[in-house]
C-alpha cells in the first residue's frame, strides 16, 4: 500500500514559480522511484520528470528541464518539484507518482489525486 498526497498547486502569472509536494506513507519511501506527471485539458498525460529512490539520478522532460528541478527527502517522506519561470503552456493538474525506474522515465504504479497548477499571462 501506497498513498500519495499533492499540494502546493495554485495560479500564477507568467515568470513566476512554485515548488509542489508529494507526501508518501504506506511503504517505506526510500524503496521507490518517484516521478511527476502532468494533464492538461483534452490532453493526454505526459511525464514530468523522475527521481530514483535515493535521489542520485533525475530526469527531465525536454519542455521543462531548463525550468523545472524535481527532488526528495527520504528523511520526510516528500517528493518536490520546484518550477521556475512558469508559462501558460504548463498549465495543467500534476500527478505525483511512485513505481520503479525506466530511464529516461518510469513505471507508475502508484498516484495521487492531482494538484493543479494555472498560469495566466
Known amino acids: 500500500q501506497v498513498q500519495l498526497v499533492e499540494s502546493g498547486g495554485g495560479l500564477v502569472r507568467a515568470g513566476e514559480s512554485l515548488r509542489l509536494s508529494c507526501v508518501a506513507s504506506?511503504?517505506?519511501?526510500?524503496?521507490?522511484?518517484m516521478g511527476w506527471f502532468r494533464q492538461a485539458p483534452g490532453k493526454e498525460r505526459e511525464f514530468v520528470a523522475v527521481i530514483n529512490s535515493n535521489g542520485g539520478l533525475t530526469k527531465h522532460a525536454d519542455s521543462v528541464k531548463d525550468r523545472f528541478t524535481i527532488s526528495r527527502d527520504n528523511g520526510k517522506n516528500t517528493l518536490y518539484l520546484k518550477m521556475d519561470n512558469l508559462k501558460p503552456e504548463d498549465t495543467a493538474l500534476y500527478y505525483c507518482a511512485g513505481g520503479i525506474l525506466q530511464m529516461p522515465t518510469m513505471r507508475p504504479d502508484y498516484w495521487g489525486q492531482g494538484t493543479q497548477v494555472t498560469v495566466s499571462t
Open positions: 504506506g511503504r517505506p519511501f526510500n524503496g521507490y522511484a
